[in-house]
């Protein structure tokens, strides 16, 4: 033994170099490392972790609650980038303004059903107006167009029975009339596709020649021989207390927002808008589909000179300046893209009620009527100003 201390203990079977007698094995329980887990395993087989003097484990998310998690998360973010999201704040922030400026006159059911009702063709005409943005074109027409439609339509029934005319007389002046609006349409996206007329001048000049042939044909005033049948069910009337007026156009909006959606129509229309040559290269034909376009626009159009016609029972030439300008701020300030490409059938259902209930609330605090021309308009201005800087954060990113 070393007098400087205790004798090392030696591994088994090696032999001590002081005294040449065989090591003795350390017992475990004087070692300083903890028991490996092949020891430990046959003394603490079956025990809980926590019996065994471990900390248990934290428990890991099950693969269906991350994966719900994730899709939330997922869900979220769409919702708050999307523009239709947006817009919708923007209403509401609008609603609730005149909602307080004017207390008991504007949140009622009665004034928010005139606001559909007058927006009824409005709308109709936005939709058509959506195809043609995501194009990266534009239609100036579309109020004269419905204007001329409506004159067709009613210098037919003034020669077939005015008034009292029966339910064939009005099929078939109703479809003179949608007829005439997709001739229209079809003349313009001809002139924007084939001749290669940019389509804010094909569609100017559609707009003059539709208000002047609507005055020709009418002989310079309205034509008031509406058939009482169309202005009493189409018109005035409607289904538990919603008008036809509102069922039709909101029918049209979920219609072709479907097409826009989930068919082969709606895709080649994102697509031209987002790239007409490459649209071209993968086999579109991109000229005839402009032409349908623009031809879809007009025959829309015509549906909302008959659903005005019933209406207003008269043609109504000169009440038609802002239509264009109104349906134009609709589509854009729901999140479509001057540009092309971008936008949805939602989000011009979200803008196209900014104007109108704008234009209400205005008329509910009395404010001159020119002065809500000129608010449509800057609304307008703001939303080409969002478009264009939506556009270069984009690019940015």
Same mark, same amino acid.
């Not at 623009?294 to 008269?314: D, H, I, K, P």
């Given at each position: 033994m070393s007098a400087d201390g205790p004798p090392t203990p030696q591994p088994p079977g090696r032999p001590d170099p002081a005294t040449g007698a065989p090591g003795q094995p350390v017992p475990a329980a004087h070692t300083s490392s903890p028991p490996s887990a092949a020891v430990r395993a046959p003394a603490e087989e079956g025990k809980p972790r926590a019996e065994a003097g471990e900390p248990p484990a934290p428990m890991a998310p099950g693969p269906g609650r991350s994966r719900a998690a994730a899709l939330a998360s997922q869900w979220g973010r769409r919702l708050a980038t999307a523009n239709e999201t947006w817009t919708l704040l923007a209403l509401i922030i609008l609603m609730a303004y005149f909602s307080v400026a004017a207390p008991g006159k504007f949140l009622n059911l009665t004034n928010l059903g005139y606001i559909a009702t007058n927006s009824a063709a409005l709308l109709v005409m936005a939709v058509g107006q959506t195809f043609v943005i995501l194009t990266a074109g534009i239609d100036l027409s579309v109020g004269f167009v419905l204007v001329l439609s409506g004159v067709v339509a009613g210098e037919y029934y003034l020669h077939n029975g005015g008034t009292t005319a029966g339910w064939g007389v009005i099929v078939v002046g109703a479809l003179a009339g949608l007829a005439t609006g997709c001739a229209w349409g079809a003349i313009q996206g001809f002139l924007v596709a084939k001749a290669k007329v940019p389509p804010l001048i094909a569609t100017l000049g559609g707009l003059g020649a539709a208000e002047g042939i609507s005055y020709l044909i009418a002989g310079g005033n309205d034509l008031r021989s509406v058939p009482q049948r169309l202005v009493n069910t189409v018109g005035f009337g409607g289904v538990g207390g919603i008008r036809w007026l509102i069922i039709i156009s909101f029918a049209i909006a979920i219609v072709f927002g479907l097409i826009l959606a989930y068919t082969r129509f709606g895709r080649y229309t994102y697509a031209i808008g987002s790239n007409p040559e490459a649209a071209r290269r993968a086999g579109i034909g991109v000229d005839r589909h402009l032409i349908k376009?623009?031809?879809?626009? $007009?025959?829309?159009?015509?549906? *909302? $000179?008959?659903?005005?016609?019933?209406?207003?029972? #008269?043609?109504?030439? *000169? $009440?038609?300046? #802002?239509?264009n300008l109104t349906v134009i701020t609709a589509v854009v300030l729901g999140g479509a893209s001057l540009f092309g490409g971008r936008g949805s059938m939602v989000g011009t259902v979200i803008g196209l009620f900014i104007p109108a209930m704008l234009a209400n609330g205005l008329q509910i605090l009395e404010v001159n009527q020119y002065w809500q021309y000129a608010a449509i308009g800057m609304v307008l201005v703001a939303a080409v100003y969002l478009d264009q800087f939506r556009r270069r954060l984009r690019e940015r990113t």
């Open positions: 376009v623009y031809a879809l626009q $007009g025959l829309l159009s015509g549906v *909302a $000179g008959v659903m005005s016609l019933a209406y207003f029972e #008269t043609t109504s030439i *000169a $009440g038609h300046p #802002t239509d």
